[in-house]
């Protein structure tokens, strides 16, 4: 009987180690998360063919500096970057959205401070220049909808960087508009599917993103799937994953 206080206190003891573990892994999360590296999927096609719908990929979270909405429910402890980056054009970059910071948008920075932005006739001009595409063929695309066919192009973005956009002709609704000069401070984002892609060619749903509101940028994908395994399938879980993007470079 003697022994049961000391087995009592034994047994708290060992609650308390565990919950201790437990916060000490939350805050190794939350550190984690905060400094270095963020998980995202893609639910939607607006970046096809860079990213595809069920890509999991990871973002760097030091690449740009960090602002308030690097943290876990973006809190207003300060405003501004610390060891702030302007990102380069090219860039695939997680951005808080202008209108509501509780959505995270995934795009391509087409535009830095100062520079003018218009598309015309299908065609990015940048700074009043048209930027160099080159046709690579059909390409069969599939997001949130049925399959469709479309073209593949490069585009050549002024300071020597590449990329894959998919567009379905040169006169959907975002081919041509006005030109845009991006104000200081902020930048000018696009998705690579060019017909398919509410961003900062709509100032109603996008806009130009303050520098501050960028959260940090893609570098690689670790998991994809393609949907067609439900989650009680197990013996079709293996056929669903994407093998050949797991790993892979987001450019």
């Not at 610390?82 to 808080?96: Q, S, Y």
């Amino acid at each position: 009987m003697a022994k049961t206080p000391s087995l009592a206190k034994k047994k708290s003891g060992g609650w308390l180690e565990s919950i201790k573990t437990i916060v000490y892994a939350a805050l190794i999360a939350i550190g984690i998360r905060t400094v270095a590296f963020e998980p995202f999927n893609i639910p939607s096609g607006s970046m096809i063919p860079t990213l595809l719908v069920g890509d999991y990929l990871f973002v760097s979270k030091y690449s740009y500096g960090y602002s308030r909405h690097s943290m876990p429910f973006s809190p207003n402890l300060f405003n501004g970057r610390i060891w702030g980056a302007m990102p380069e054009r090219g860039d695939v970059a997680v951005f808080k959205l202008p209108r509501d910071t509780r959505q995270d948008y995934i795009k391509r920075i087409i535009g830095l401070p100062g520079d003018r932005l218009q598309m015309r006739g299908g065609v990015l001009h940048v700074n009043g220049q048209a930027v160099r595409l080159e046709r690579l063929g059909p390409y069969v695309a599939e997001g949130d909808g049925p399959r469709i066919t479309v073209r593949l192009l490069r585009e050549f973005l002024p300071g020597g960087r590449s990329h894959l956009i998919i567009e379905q002709s040169d006169d959907a609704p975002l081919d041509n508009t006005p030109e845009f000069t991006v104000p200081e401070g902020h930048v000018f984002a696009m998705g690579d599917n060019r017909d398919n892609s509410l961003d900062s060619r709509v100032p109603s749903a996008v806009g130009m993103i303050p520098w501050e509101n960028l959260v940090g940028r893609a570098e690689f994908i670790f998991f994809s799937v393609d949907g067609s395994a439900r989650i009680w399938e197990v013996w079709n879980w293996p056929f669903a994953v994407r093998w050949t993007r797991l790993l892979s470079a987001v450019r």
